[in-house]
């Protein structure tokens, strides 16, 4: 997975077959099940891979327990089903996580009972762990921090866990492997036409400013919350057909919450559902649904949002969390599809539309993590039709995720922090073999420190970045460069004030 490589392929390629805009889970499914249809497959991202919407997820792999209380069993059903492809197909890089959500009443109890069998029950035959009900003590035993008066005891059940990044370069290398070219920091300019019909796009390599006009018989549009402003450089007249909504989550020490079981608070003060899951022995709490206008690459969490995720997790936990016990807040953009009548985000639907626009684009927005092999399934099944190809069948339900090999007896294996598994190796194996470019590609999304402790990555930055800027060839003016806008950054990444 060299981008090198991949721009050899560019330059060498008359013709795609399809051609994907965005490197995020669904553009980069959509790549994979292409090329593994056997169609000539180019997928390129304007930044890097996962840098908006799918790195910034509660990291769960989930059917989505609140759906049910909408009635949308057949959505949960469809994305139970896809969660059991997802652990089956990445087996190492993700895992089945308990969960307990605590019940202080005793006709919640049996309520949220009833809805987590039913959650269970709906993923039939791709069950991945039955649902128990928990005494007050059982509770108190696995998550010790857990507020006591009035607990009446807990459920228990599971769902899957995983790093949305890593995954996301597994999606990507799995793709070269089957013959896609994926390449990041490569944007698209505009649209190239024949007649009324779009038949390629001319793109631009952000890191070298060389510009290429490449062909296609049909262009997919995976943008997430950015598939509006594609659309409109087809179509100046067109309508919005995505409402964002903003979700925060906070990153705190294990301290607060000291055991290896998720919990799920089931009614947060504005009807929601919160979750504090254990993540790289950190725990990440969130999120929250703000309706937003603003449609940023690094949309930035309000103090209200923030304030809320604390007061909410302290319902439910002796241990008082404050804003200074913050070690990252990452803020994500869901592209929600619009729908009329609709007051609040919380009330539209996940599932995923795909619109074809006269000239032939094919978009495809809304959905969620872990329905992205249904997402790229359905996309390309569209587009296949909207470019004349021929058809051939999906294939993704039974291909592995592959993973990269970091052993290198050669090169150095000291930790950049004693207090993270990260090393020297990881850093420059992603540099050498997973497209990392920038300090940013590294610490926020191949090494996860942006998203773990702030702090921490502001501490070994310049070190990365001294790597970085030795195996790229960079001069002491990038450098420089990297560091002073990595550092403006990570300021997003902390509680401001």
């Not at 997928?43 to 609140?66: A, P, Q």
């Not at 001069?475 to 990444?493: G, I, N, P, T, V």
Request: net charge positive; with cysteine; aromatic share 10%.
């Amino acid at each position: 997975m060299k981008r090198a490589e991949q721009l050899k392929a560019i330059s060498e390629t008359p013709k795609w077959d399809i051609i994907i805009i965005g490197g995020g889970a669904t553009g980069l499914g959509a790549a994979l099940d292409a090329a593994s249809r056997g169609f000539k497959t180019l997928c390129i991202e304007k930044i890097d891979f996962s840098k908006g919407t799918s790195s910034r997820s509660t990291k769960l792999i989930h059917g989505g327990v609140r759906y049910l209380e909408q009635g949308n069993f057949s959505m949960v059903k469809s994305a139970l089903m896809e969660r059991w492809f997802l652990l089956k197909n990445a087996s190492i890089n993700t895992k089945r996580i308990p969960f307990i959500l605590p019940v202080y009443s005793w006709w919640r109890y049996i309520y949220y009972g009833f809805g987590l069998i039913l959650y269970d029950l709906l993923s039939g035959k791709f069950s991945i762990g039955k649902t128990k009900f928990l005494s007050k003590k059982k509770v108190i035993s696995k998550i010790p921090e857990i507020r006591q008066q009035s607990l009446k005891g807990g459920i228990m059940y599971y769902d899957g866990q995983f790093d949305d990044s890593q995954i996301c370069i597994s999606l990507a290398r799995t793709a070269i492997n089957k013959g896609a070219t994926v390449i990041n920091h490569m944007s698209a300019e505009r649209f190239l036409y024949e007649g009324f019909t779009i038949r390629g796009v001319q793109i631009k390599d952000n890191l070298n400013s060389d510009v290429y006009e490449i062909k296609a018989k049909t262009v997919i549009n995976a943008t997430g919350v950015f598939a509006d402003e594609l659309i409109l450089k087809d179509n100046p007249s067109h309508h919005r057909i995505v409402t964002p909504s903003q979700g925060i989550h906070l990153v705190v020490d294990k301290k607060f919450h000291q055991t290896d079981y998720a919990m799920l608070i089931p009614r947060t003060t504005d009807g929601r559902i919160l979750f504090a899951v254990p993540w790289y022995d950190k725990v990440v709490i969130g999120t929250t649904d703000t309706k937003t206008s603003a449609v940023s690459e690094e949309p930035e969490a309000t103090s209200e949002e923030i304030q809320f995720v604390l007061d909410n997790f302290n319902r439910y936990i002796n241990t008082h969390l404050t804003a200074k016990d913050i070690k990252s807040v990452f803020t994500g953009l869901r592209p929600l599809v619009k729908m009329k009548n609709i007051q609040s985000t919380a009330d539209l639907v996940r599932d995923h539309t795909i619109v074809v626009s006269k000239s032939g684009l094919v978009t495809i927005t809304g959905g969620k993590w872990t329905t992205y092999r249904k997402m790229a399934r359905d996309v390309i099944n569209k587009a296949i039709r909207s470019g004349n190809l021929p058809f051939r069948r999906c294939r993704t339900r039974s291909i592995k995720l592959i993973i990269g090999n970091k052993i290198a007896e050669t090169l150095p294996t000291e930790l950049l922090h004693p207090d993270f598994p990260f090393t020297k190796v990881d850093v420059i194996y992603a540099i050498q073999h997973e497209m990392a470019c920038t300090l940013e590609d590294m610490l926020a999304r191949r090494i996860r420190l942006l998203f773990l402790d702030v702090k921490v990555a502001l501490e070994i930055a310049p070190e990365v970045c001294k790597l970085l800027q030795k195996e790229l060839g960079h001069d002491e003016l990038w450098y420089e460069s990297q560091l002073k806008s990595f550092r403006s950054l990570a300021k997003l990444y902390l509680p401001q004030g």
